[in-house]
């Protein structure tokens, strides 16, 4: 037997390493043409472990190129540092399935340290399915180490999605991988705009750091300043350490490489998977990207030539081989605090010789027209994702809105009992260059998220009455917030097929919060930088004198959405999803800071599954 299947493995396994990807992927009986047939279920064995890059399953990696595509290996950017891995790749394994399959995933949780986990399937809603969303203390006791537990759930959301850890950071550590959703293509209104649609085009980015997340997070509430990144991965690959060996040899692992033929339109599905503050910009030299779908949701497409994304989003774009046939940089440039790094991939044109790099300046920048650009500043060479129309034929009105929620984003400087600013022994009053550094605290409505340690979805009525909090609930309670952190468990109610209007507005001039909700898509109406100190009294003012817009007529859907500095997002949704759904910040640091509230949407849920894991 192992005589038999060998030979065949290594083939496939040097022919995917031409292609720069891996065997069980492209061998999973579910990634096939979407015809709109009978839909499949699809199983996935998931071992998640506390593993290492560059471990010796690296073999010779990077001075031997091929070495760093061996099984096991994981080089990243070549730098050996403690992972958190799924079978022992990272990316983690990709889903890609048809719509309205069945996806099955069996987790079986082999982390060191007892340290418990869950997955998020970040797009898709679990309509009837609340159970799997995957959040550790808000749909489910995490799986604890030792444990194995297996989601369920239909791929009903069509698009370009990805999975994550929701417990503790992880996701930052290697727990996350795209999760791809095709359609038939009378259910695609953008198939006739591409030729091809297949795995090699499936792009993940995020930052990389020698640090695991824990350190990072932790390090930054306890003012202790250390590198929260040390440069951008594209797909698990990075090039920007120079190795040595012990011969004097130098090299760095090698860019990622995407492959296209002369002549086609290839449909592009790029995730950022970035843990914090960094926004990352990529551009295809020579290449137009013609931006199809966002978040999953298709748009009426529209060229531009870099788009910004911000953690958790996902864009879609086509990018037409018309070019002369040779190589030309993938660039993906950093933002904000990312702003030094620089990746490159390279796109290679069919008869360019391997090996072979663009001859382009490695270090430009992209320039021209950019789609949500971290400022959201309108000018003639940007485009934000609220100027963008949905491309899907409209089944609800949402014009009318029966209830709306102010969301005030704000960073400030407070107390908090336990961490980053002691009331007594470091209050933030002291803070200063000849003291200690001053943390700030991401808030909402002026509110540190606090989760009770049992999930909210199947045991709210156990948790203390004293606990809940919003907004109002504060004002009764004539709480001072403005010292002390408020910290408690804060709730928005909602009643069942509600059309809900959310107002964010991100006060104070100091960073862009991507939100993040879950079990919904939000129909983007409008967005807008105003000035510093923006507040939700300015904005109620200036909607009174109509000075405010809304496109009502075929708003954009995103689940994730960047708010910028000083200004506003208007996003809207009918809560026909019964459940408590968790709405937050997706950098890793703020979230863990408690910039995050859930939503509660009454009507009835399914009885969770016997198998779910326990705590408490
Ligand atoms: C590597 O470089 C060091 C310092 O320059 C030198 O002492 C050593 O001999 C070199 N080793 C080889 C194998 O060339
Ligand atoms: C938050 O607190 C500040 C005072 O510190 C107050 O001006 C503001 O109105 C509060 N915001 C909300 C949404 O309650
Ligand atoms: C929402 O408002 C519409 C129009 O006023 C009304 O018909 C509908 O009953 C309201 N729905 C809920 C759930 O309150
Ligand atoms: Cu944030």
Not at 96 to 106: L, P
Not at 403 to 417: D, F, G, I, M, P
Not at 538 to 548: E, N, P, S, T, V
Request: net charge negative.
């Amino acid at each position: 037997m192992r005589k038999l299947i060998c030979p065949v493995l290594s083939m496939l396994f040097i022919a995917t390493v031409v292609q720069g990807y891996w065997i069980n992927d492209l061998d999973h009986p579910c990634l096939r043409e979407c015809t709109g047939g009978e839909p499949m279920t699809c199983e996935y064995d998931w071992t998640i472990e506390s593993y290492y890059s560059m471990s010796r399953a690296c073999y010779q990696c990077p001075f031997n190129e091929f070495d760093c595509h061996r099984p096991h290996c994981i080089p990243m950017a070549g730098y050996a540092r403690p992972v958190y891995s799924v079978n022992r790749r990272q990316p983690g394994p990709s889903i890609q399935v048809c719509e309205n399959d069945i996806i099955r995933v069996r987790v079986h949780n082999r982390l060191q340290n007892e340290e418990a986990e869950s997955i998020h399937w970040h797009g898709f809603h679990m309509r009837g399915t609340q159970h799997m969303d995957g959040v550790s203390r808000v749909t489910q006791c995490p799986i604890n180490a030792g444990h194995d537990f297996t989601y369920e759930f239909k791929a009903e959301q069509p698009g370009t999605h990805w999975w994550h850890s929701h417990a503790g950071v992880h996701r930052a550590d290697g727990i996350y991988g795209s999760l791809i959703v095709r359609q038939s293509s009378e259910s695609d209104p953008h198939r006739a705009l591409y030729d091809k649609d297949d795995p090699y085009h499936v792009i993940t980015i995020k930052e990389w750091s020698k640090s695991m997340a824990i350190t990072i997070s932790t390090a930054g509430q306890s003012g202790v300043a250390i590198n929260a990144n040390d440069g951008i991965l594209i797909n698990g690959r990075g090039t920007n350490q120079v190795l040595s060996n012990s011969g004097n040899t130098t090299a760095t692992v090698d860019h990622h490489v995407v492959y296209v033929t002369s002549g086609q339109r290839y449909r592009f599905r790029v995730i950022s998977a970035a843990n914090d503050v960094c926004p990352l910009s990529i551009s295809v030299d020579n290449h137009k990207l013609k931006v199809i779908a966002m978040d999953g949701a298709p748009v009426n497409p529209i060229d531009v030539d870099r788009i910004t994304l911000f953690s958790a989003e996902r864009y879609d774009f086509i990018l037409n081989a018309d070019q002369r046939p040779t190589n030309y940089w993938i660039r993906v440039a950093g933002l904000i605090t990312c702003a030094q790094h620089q990746e490159l991939g390279i796109l290679r044109y069919a008869g360019t010789p391997p090996g072979s790099k663009p001859m382009s300046d490695k270090n430009l920048r992209a320039g021209g027209k950019v789609l949500n650009p971290e400022t959201a500043l309108r000018d003639p060479e940007t485009v934000l994702v609220s100027d963008l129309t949905d491309a899907d034929e409209k089944e609800d009105d949402l014009s009318h809105a029966n209830v709306t929620h102010y969301l005030e984003l704000n960073a400030v400087s407070r107390n908090k009992a336990k961490s980053v600013h002691h009331p007594v022994f470091y209050p933030y009053e002291l803070a200063g260059t000849d003291t200690y550094s001053l943390t700030n605290l991401p808030i909402i409505n002026n509110i540190t998220m606090n989760f009770p340690g049992i999930p909210l979805l199947s045991h709210w009525r156990d948790v203390d009455e004293a606990s809940w909090c919003n907004k109002d609930s504060l004002r009764t309670s004539r709480k001072d917030c403005s010292r002390e952190a408020c910290e408690c468990t804060h709730r928005i109610d909602i009643k069942y097929n509600q059309v809900v209007e959310l107002v964010y507005v991100n006060t104070l001039n100091l960073v862009p919060h991507p939100m993040h909700i879950h079990g919904y898509y939000f129909e983007v109406l409008g967005m807008d930088t105003m000035w510093e100190y923006f507040t939700v009294e300015d904005f109620k003012r200036l909607d009174a004198q109509g000075k405010i817009s809304r496109n009502l007529k075929n708003p954009p859907r995103k689940d994730t959405i960047m708010i910028p500095v000083g200004g506003y997002m208007i996003a809207r949704f009918r809560a026909d999803n019964p459940g408590w759904w968790l709405m937050h910040c997706h950098f890793d640091t703020h979230f863990a800071l408690g910039m995050a509230l859930v939503f509660h949407v009454e009507g009835p849920v399914p009885p969770p599954p016997a198998s779910m894991p326990v705590c408490n």
